[in-house]
Structure formats: structure tokens, C-alpha cells
């Protein structure tokens, strides 16, 4: 009887109570709506999949994203929780294995007999070890083990979801400290020039072909141009700083040397929308946690039925000897233990994990619609900052060349310092913009391959 019931045990364990499987379907596009426009370059052959800030050709940020990536703090925080979740899966694989406890007592005690008052001293001693094993008729453990396995999954997703976001402001905030370098350079240069228009105005005035209202003007242009200067290196500083905290240094353990804003864009091939589904991982993470959820639906249907125990007991016990036959003592048995009334308890936990289920579906969604966006974002942002580029670059050239026929003008005596002044501010500002835009186009590069989840 005993040995039936132990197979029939074996033969149910490979049962399991499932979890409606179903996985969430999203309505995507065959393609992006700016795709249409937006033309596709292939990325090099020879950049690493993954490597992908190896596009823009860029050492001094090649080196900042790799520090980031060893020595980042918030990185090394979610490592450690996905190390977290890791052992939580060996732990839930274990629960499938007996368990063994042994014990030992030495107890001494002393009372009377019934109607004596003498007292007499007890000496007892045991000596035994018990074994615990649960079968897992309706897969209960089972379904608790894939769910754990789920939840460390979608931890090292979220381990690279969040190293793909802090690379990706390592280069924004490289190329932002870059084009205030790039503007830096721009109005030392222009603090010069401006420095020979003040001389030049002065000597004019000492000549009386200049009025005290040009020196004015002159010495205004040169004052306020170096005190944007000055406002530059606060930019910079506290981008600098920014990079610091991200490779996990202290701010006064980084410094950068100065260097000109790379002029180049790299083109970014987009692929195809389904692709998203593949490649980003917080898109994976989402979709690990609707399938542990969906597996703890099973473990909460499995909680209904009855569980099955096999117990094991076994040691010596006695006031003398421990090792003499009569001490010794076992018990071998299983238990089948059937929930009669919680109180409603499993009936809530069962609510709660389809409720859970549900939300983990809708946050999937919503992370594909999400990484759609950013993408939609990213590509109609480069499209259209490469138009902008376009007519900034003629608005430049035609801004120093106003500038040059102004001041030709100003030195034959036809107009005065203020048209100078007027177009000269024009041109800087001109410079400027495209500088700054420059920038913005190589963020949206960035930005592109961050919605698209990274390398290739």
C-alpha cells in the first residue's frame, strides 16, 4: 500500500495546474512613419555589436563609456540586484529537493513519584535526524521556480536597459561639453577680433572720423562677448562634473582637455519596427515579467489542491546507552494536507495574481508604444535638424559676408560702428546656432540608438 502510493506520488509530480498561457500581441507598423523620408545608411562592418558609440570615431568618448560601464554606481546597484534575483532562482530550484534537519538534546530533570516525596534526577538524551519532502503533485513549485527564473531575466534586462541609458548620456553630455568647446574656441576668436575693432575705433576717434558713441559701442561688444566667455567655462564645469559622477569619479578626478565639436554625423539604419521587440532590453524586461506573472497565475491555482509530504523520522532516544537497541526509534510516512477554509485567503491570492498579470500587459504596451515613440522622436529629429543645418550653413555664409561688407564700410567713413556692431552680433549668433545645432544633431543620433536599443 505504502509503496502504490508512494509511485502513484511519482507519477503526479510531472502534473501541473497551468497558467493560461498567453503571450501579448501589440499592433505594429511595417515600417516607421518617417521612414519614408529618412534615409537608411548601413553601419560599418567593422564596429563590435554592442560598441555602438564606435561610430562616431571618437576616442576620449570610446574611453568615458567604458569607465561607465565598469565603474558606474547606479550600474553596480542594479547588478547587484540582478545577482539578487539570480540566486533567488537557485533557491527556488532547491525547493524541489528534500530537506534534512538533524538534532541533539541532553536534558536533566528531577520530580517525585505519586504519593512519595522523594525526588528523583532524570537523565535523557536523544539523538535523531528528520527528512521533508514535498512532491509536487500540481506543479506549484514548478510554476513558482519559472517565475523566479522570469523575474532574474527581466532583471538582466533591466541591467541593460539601464546601461544603455547611462551610455547614451555619457555621449549627449560629451557632445553638449564638446560644442560649448567648439563655441568657446568661436568667441576667443571673435574677443580678438572684436579687440581690433575697439583699437581701430579708438584710433578713428583720437583721429575725430569716429564719434564717442562708436568707442561706446565698440568697448560694449567686446565687454558683453567676454562675459559670455565666462559663462561658457560655468557651462562646461558643470558638464565636466556631470561626466565625473557618471564614470563613478569624484569631479575634481576628471578634467577633459578641450577639443572641436565633431562636424560629421554618422547615419543610423532604423530597420524595421518588429525589430524594436528584439532589441531593446527594456522591452525584454517587460515581457519577463508578464511571463512570471503569468506562471504565478499557476501557482495560485495550484494552492487549491491538496499537497503531498513525504516524512521521514529517525535517531535514539533513552536514559542510557544511545547506542543500545531498545533507544532507537523511526517513522516513514506521507501526508496529504487539503485546504478546508482559509478565510478566503487563496480566493484573494488568485485575484491578485491575475490582476498583476493584467497590469504587467498593459506596462508591456506601453513600453512598445513608448520605444515606438522615441523612435518616431529620434528619426523625424535627425530628418529635419539635417534641413535645419541646411539653411543655418547658408545663414552663416551670408551673415560674414554682411559682416565683412559692414566693416569695409564703417573704415570708409560711410556708416557708422553701430551697423558693425548690429552684424557682427548677427554673424556670432549665426556661428553659434549652427554650432549648437551640430550638437543637437549628434544627440539625435545618440537618442536614435538608444530607441533602437543599442548596437547591432
Known amino acids: 500500500m505504502r509503496l502504490s502510493l508512494l509511485l502513484t506520488a511519482f507519477l503526479l509530480a510531472s502534473c501541473s495546474i497551468q497558467a493560461p498561457v498567453s503571450h ?19 553601419p560599418l562592418a567593422h564596429v563590435p555589436r554592442g560598441e555602438w558609440w564606435s561610430i562616431f ?31 533567488l532562482v537557485k533557491a527556488a530550484k532547491l525547493a524541489f529537493l528534500p530537506t534534512l534537519d538533524a538534532d541533539a ?5 528531577s520530580g517525585s513519584s505519586s504519593g512519595t516525596t522523594t525526588s528523583r534526577v532524570r537523565n535523557q538524551q536523544s539523538i535523531g535526524a528528520s527528512l521533508s519532502w514535498e512532491i509536487d503533485l500540481w506543479g506549484r513549485l514548478l510554476h513558482l521556480a519559472r517565475a523566479t527564473t522570469a523575474d532574474a531575466e527581466a532583471a ?13 548620456q555619457t555621449a549627449q553630455t560629451y557632445f553638449s561639453l564638446r560644442a560649448v568647446d567648439a563655441q568657446r574656441d ?38 558683453s562677448t567676454q562675459a559670455s566667455a565666462v559663462d561658457l567655462k560655468l557651462q562646461r564645469a558643470t558638464l565636466e562634473h556631470a561626466l565625473a559622477v557618471l564614470v563613478g569619479v569624484p569631479p575634481s578626478a576628471l578634467s577633459l582637455p578641450e577639443r572641436t565639436l565633431a562636424r560629421r554625423t554618422p547615419g543610423v539604419s532604423p530597420g524595421a519596427p518588429s525589430q524594436l521587440l528584439e532589441r ?3 522591452i525584454a524586461a517587460a515581457e519577463r515579467r508578464v511571463a512570471a506573472a503569468n506562471e504565478r497565475i499557476g501557482a495560485a491555482r495550484a494552492a487549491f489542491f491538496p499537497s503531498l509530504t513525504l516524512d521521514a523520522e529517525g535517531g535514539w532516544r533513552g536514559t542510557s546507552g544511545l547506542l543500545a537497541a531498545p533507544t532507537r526509534f523511526w517513522s516513514l510516512g506521507p501526508t ?57 550653413d547658408r ?38 546656432a549652427s554650432i549648437e545645432l551640430q550638437a543637437h544633431r549628434l544627440n539625435a543620433a545618440v537618442a536614435l540608438v538608444k530607441a533602437l536599443g543599442g548596437g547591432w
Open 24 to 42: 501579448p500581441e501589440t499592433n505594429l507598423p511595417a515600417d516607421y512613419k518617417e521612414s519614408g523620408i529618412w534615409k537608411h545608411a548601413r
Open 57 to 87: 570615431h571618437d576616442r576620449e568618448l570610446d574611453s568615458l563609456i567604458r569607465r561607465v560601464n565598469v565603474s558606474n554606481q547606479s550600474l553596480r546597484s542594479a547588478v547587484a540586484n540582478a545577482e539578487q534575483a539570480a540566486a
Open 105 to 109: 538534546s541532553a536534558i536533566r530533570s
Open 156 to 168: 538582466a534586462a533591466d541591467v541593460e536597459s539601464l546601461k544603455l541609458s547611462l551610455q547614451a
Open 186 to 223: 568661436l568667441l576667443e576668436t571673435q574677443i580678438g577680433s572684436y579687440q581690433k575693432s575697439l583699437d581701430l575705433t579708438r584710433n578713428r576717434y583720437a583721429q575725430g572720423v569716429a564719434s564717442r558713441g562708436d568707442v561706446a559701442q565698440a568697448e560694449t561688444q567686446l565687454a
Open 280 to 282: 531593446r532590453p527594456d
Open 336 to 392: 496529504l494536507a487539503a485546504p478546508l477554509f482559509d478565510r478566503g485567503q487563496r480566493l484573494a491570492e488568485k485575484a491578485r495574481a491575475d490582476a498583476a498579470y493584467d497590469g504587467t500587459v498593459a506596462d508591456y504596451r506601453q513600453t512598445v508604444l513608448t520605444a515606438m515613440q522615441e523612435t518616431e522622436d529620434a528619426l523625424a529629429g535627425l530628418r529635419l535638424l539635417a534641413q535645419q543645418a541646411d539653411a543655418q
Open 395 to 432: 545663414a552663416v555664409r551670408a551673415a560674414r559676408e554682411s559682416e565683412r561688407i559692414a566693416l569695409n564700410q564703417y573704415k570708409a567713413g560711410t556708416v557708422s560702428y553701430l551697423n558693425v556692431a548690429v552684424v557682427q552680433a548677427a554673424a556670432l549668433n549665426a556661428e553659434r
